[in-house]
């Protein structure tokens, strides 16, 4: 709780640093907040206490204290990697006042306790994100980007309304604690409507993940917002969806897991065979990672199937959400320096191997990372998915994952090619990258190859 108080006292000096002139200072003060935050939330993690807030409607317990260190670590690797984006923003203060708020939103989705807090973290997360993505003003594209966007959330929005308002209706509380002792005591006399609710909820969740048929959003939204934009909805927002569907449909909903659980399967297997194959088809870099993201939504969203059957699932998804946010900083950060001064096309990245060997370097381990090949995180975040799914009935669905991997891995390899095996069409200038920028670029590689070497020291930290 207190890393999320932390954050917020953030949110707000950013907005008076205009007013008392310390604009200048706000970088630094806003990554010293952040480990300052996730320092008080290890601590947390140390206690192994839930400490209830607010008539319990927020509790960090060891799932949220988690994925709220994952998003942390996230955040705190973005920030240095936009540094240069806030440097040539005329309206920086506002920038990083509308981040550090999304991010209090993000944090609030991994400890809600009430349906009315879901809906605020959502919202909160939501809202800086639709100005962030529209934030190029004269850019069309990113004014597209962000009125899709607005549009979509809206819609979502309502949905979820819709289906809290009628699990309300029949259980008489927002209470998540109290939801699932109604659906304990009341299991063979559930009201229809109260159906309707859950199927309500699990659509406008899945709206918020972009997972298909409810991805239409995605391609367009990636493409046209700031890249940087794009690699913060990729990660954080993403990490802190998913840490929201896992407390529902886990804890809350799992009384009536056979309801959702068909209907959910369907999602997956819809979004596997979409997504890869729209990937494979694509030549802009960043419309190919929206629809990527939607295959690795799939595969997250396989973990939610496998959690009705074993807590495993649990340290699944946190090493999964790690290793897919880890990656993705890599891959959007290289974009970002490579496309710079050009269009985000595959051929922009044609013979980096030999403009930049480091950036292709660190661009070859994300992809293989994204795509699932050994011996980087991506395998082994995959690998513990299907090891949690294996004794389910959803064998069909991993036999699906992994035909649908292989076309994976052709598109990804495709950005590998044109970096080593195509020349650049003219003659130009070596690509020049912040050291910050660099540094985190380089790091994170690294952290993607540690952690797939040694995965089992990870998923050991998150067993619970």
Request: hydrophobic letters at 55%; a neutral charge; charged letters at 10%.
């Amino acid at each position: 709780m207190k890393g999320l108080l932390i954050i917020s006292g953030l949110g707000i000096i950013a907005m008076l640093a205009e007013i008392f002139k310390f604009k200048k200072a706000l970088f630094p003060i806003v990554l010293i907040g952040i480990i300052a935050a996730y320092a008080v939330n290890f601590m947390e993690w140390q206690t192994s206490t839930s400490i209830s807030y607010f008539d319990n409607m927020i509790s960090f317990d060891k799932i949220g204290i988690a994925f709220s260190g994952v998003i942390l670590v996230t955040a705190f690797l973005w920030f240095i990697l936009a540094n240069d984006y806030f440097e040539d923003s005329t309206n920086v203060v506002d920038h990083f006042a509308l981040v550090l708020f999304a991010l209090v939103g993000a944090v609030m989705l991994t400890a809600y306790r009430n349906m009315t807090t879901l809906f605020l973290g959502i919202e909160i997360m939501s809202i800086p994100l639709y100005v962030l993505a529209a934030s190029k003003k004269d850019n069309i594209k990113s004014n597209e980007a962000g009125f899709k966007y607005l549009i979509m959330g809206s819609f979502a929005s309502g949905f979820l309304l819709f289906g809290m308002a009628l699990v309300y209706g029949a259980s008489g509380s927002f209470d998540l604690s109290v939801i699932q002792s109604y659906i304990t005591n009341n299991s063979a006399n559930l009201p229809s409507f109260f159906y309707v609710g859950i199927v309500l909820i699990l659509i406008a969740m899945c709206f918020k993940v972009s997972a298909a048929p409810f991805h239409f959003w995605a391609p367009d939204v990636y493409e046209g917002s700031p890249t940087l934009i794009t690699a913060l909805m990729s990660t954080i927002v993403k990490t802190a969806a998913f840490a929201a569907i896992l407390r529902l449909f886990m804890i809350t909903f799992s009384g009536v897991s056979e309801l959702w659980t068909l209907i959910l399967a369907s999602i997956v297997a819809l979004s596997l065979i979409v997504a890869n194959f729209t990937a494979a088809m694509q030549s802009n870099v960043k419309r190919m990672l929206a629809y990527s993201s939607i295959s690795h939504a799939a595969f997250m969203l396989m973990v939610i199937l496998a959690n009705v059957r074993s807590n495993l699932s649990v340290s699944a998804i946190i090493y999964y959400s790690l290793a897919y946010s880890i990656g993705s900083i890599v891959a959007f950060g290289v974009l970002y320096n490579v496309a710079k001064n050009k269009n985000e096309d595959i051929s922009s990245f044609n013979g980096l191997g030999k403009k930049n060997p480091i950036l292709a370097f660190c661009m070859t381990v994300a992809m293989l990372s994204l795509a699932g090949i050994p011996i980087t995180s991506g395998f082994f975040a995959k690998y513990f998915v299907f090891a949690a799914l294996i004794g389910t009935g959803y064998k069909w669905l991993l036999i699906l994952a992994v035909l649908t991997s292989a076309i994976g891995v052709y598109y990804y390899l495709k950005v590998i090619i044109a970096m080593y095996f195509k020349s650049a069409e003219s003659v130009e200038e070596q690509i020049i990258v912040e050291k910050s920028q660099s540094t985190v670029i380089i790091l994170s590689t690294i952290v993607t190859l540690i952690i797939g070497i040694i995965p089992n020291v990870v998923i050991d930290i998150f067993s619970f």
